[in-house]
């Protein structure tokens, strides 16, 4: 067991009691229909009406349809709809989900990730049914990784299916480019910035960005390679002060990595961001592996020779984590398809079918890694011997409110570079929204 993951879910439980205050008080949970337990004791056939909901449309949606149609040949009496709202690391989905629930009209399931996102945000307020029968069930308490499954429970239940383990601290490239422009693959941030310094020399974008959330992600590596795993992990925990001078260092060094970013980032999706890699626009790319998902299903691209990767400099050894899954909220009209949706999602099979397409990696430990690529063999690797340390984009480590208030901060800081000003407002959003114990 990774025991610094494990760390980050206790941190996350106790934040969730705080933001739970917050979200009970402006929130009605809806009735919980049924118990998880009841449904499959009823042993229905599931048939009828399931909605899902994620935000894997277009260039994101091959590995999700591949799972649907994988489902579809188990539960063909299931009318499913996959319901999707575009916008990476959910910056839309999530927020019409949010109406939807709160207007007691939500889908039979739907994406969240393991940690904080689920946690603080759905569980505390009560909106979520207790999987813990399906997992008993179904023997996933044998087969998810402890420290996956405490990320996704609390002292009362299981509250998700994990359905796969997704790496942020990849550096993508294209290595005939890199010769073609005479340089290497930068292992450190210092490196980093001299090689930038080569190509910009040479009219070459160093790194492409897209919008905020991306910005952000890139933010978390800079923050990783700084700080290191274990005063990254501190920081989540509220032992390590934003004002610290290592914290400090953190937005110098983004600052600095700023530099070399391309113009129009806040107009770009992350998939665009990709292409300008891709189209020898840009010499590197720091994004989630769903890029390498991008690269091989969509565009096509082999790993190794038509892409290659590396961790984000100054990360080796490290392994930023998160992961999707799928839950089932209290008032779901069809909780017998729900369920059955739910099963083929923490699968062998369904795992099996969705990661390879998606570039991450099964969240279960008895895959058998020769039907994945040459990239995911070296993520299940990496995932199997680095130090775990959670992302703060996508939902890891940090309660909803500090999120919601990063996103402005970090805009604030691309249009000023202050570093004392994101200091200190850092410093009192980590008070007032639950990081600090
Ligand atoms: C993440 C999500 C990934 C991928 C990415 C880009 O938040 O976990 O599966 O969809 O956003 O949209």
Redesign the pocket.
């Known amino acids: 067991m990774k025991k610094s993951l494990a760390v980050v879910s206790i941190a996350a439980m106790t934040m969730a009691a705080t933001f739970a205050q917050g979200a009970t008080e402006t929130t009605k949970a809806a009735p919980d229909k049924m118990a998880v337990e009841q449904v499959m004791l009823n042993d229905k056939t599931p048939m009828g009406d399931l909605e899902i909901f994620s ?2 449309a277009g260039d ?1 949606g091959p590995a999700l349809e591949a799972l649907i149609k994988d489902f579809e040949k188990t539960y063909p009496e299931v009318n499913l709809t996959n319901a999707t709202v575009t ?4 910056v839309n989905a999530k927020a019409v989900l949010k109406t939807r629930m709160l207007n007691n009209d939500p889908p039979e399931s739907f ?1 969240v ?1 393991a940690g904080q996102e689920l946690i603080g945000t759905w569980v505390t307020s009560n909106r979520m049914l207790d999987l813990t029968p399906l997992f008993k069930e179904e023997g996933w308490m044998d087969v998810f990784p402890q420290d996956v499954v405490d990320l996704i429970s609390t002292d009362t239940g299981i509250w998700s299916v994990p359905v ?1 383990v ?1 790496k942020s601290n990849v550096m993508w490239y294209i290595p005939e480019n890199l010769k073609k422009w005479g340089v290497t693959v930068p292992t450190t941030l210092d490196e980093f910035f001299a090689t930038a310094q080569k190509l910009k020399a040479q009219g070459i974008t160093p790194l492409s960005m897209g919008q905020t959330w991306t910005a952000i992600e890139n933010w978390e590596n800079v923050a990783l390679a700084t700080l290191g795993p274990d005063d990254y992990t501190a920081l989540w925990h509220g032992e390590l002060a934003w004002t610290d001078p290592k914290v400090e260092m953190v937005w110098k060094n983004f600052g600095k990595l700023l530099e070399y970013t391309n113009k129009d980032a806040s107009s770009l999706s ?1 998939q665009q961001a990709t292409d300008m890699v891709v189209a020898g626009q840009a010499a590197f790319n720091w994004m ?1 592996d ?1 890029a390498a998902g991008y690269m091989m299903t969509t565009l096509k691209l082999t790993p190794e020779t038509g892409f290659g990767w590396a961790n984000t400099p100054g990360t080796n050894g490290a392994f930023q984590f ?3 899954s799928f839950g089932i909220p209290k008032g779901c009209s069809n909780p017998d398809a729900a369920i059955a949706w739910l099963k083929e999602c923490g699968s062998k099979s369904g795992q099996d079918t969705f990661n390879p397409l ?1 570039g ?1 990696i099964s969240a279960r430990t008895d895959t058998d890694l020769s039907g994945y690529s040459a990239y995911s063999k070296s993520a299940a690797k990496d995932f199997a011997q680095d130090k775990i340390v959670g992302s703060l ?3 890891v480590v940090a309660p909803e409110a500090f999120m919601n208030d990063f996103s402005p901060v970090i805009e604030q800081f691309m249009s000023d570079r202050n570093t004392k000003t994101a200091v200190a407002a850092c410093a009192e959003l980590a008070e007032s929204d639950g990081l600090v114990k």
Do not use: P
């Open positions: 935000w894997w994101e916008g990476g690391s959910g994406q990730h796969d997704h992350w989630g769903w998160l992961a999707d998606k991450s984009q996508h939902g």
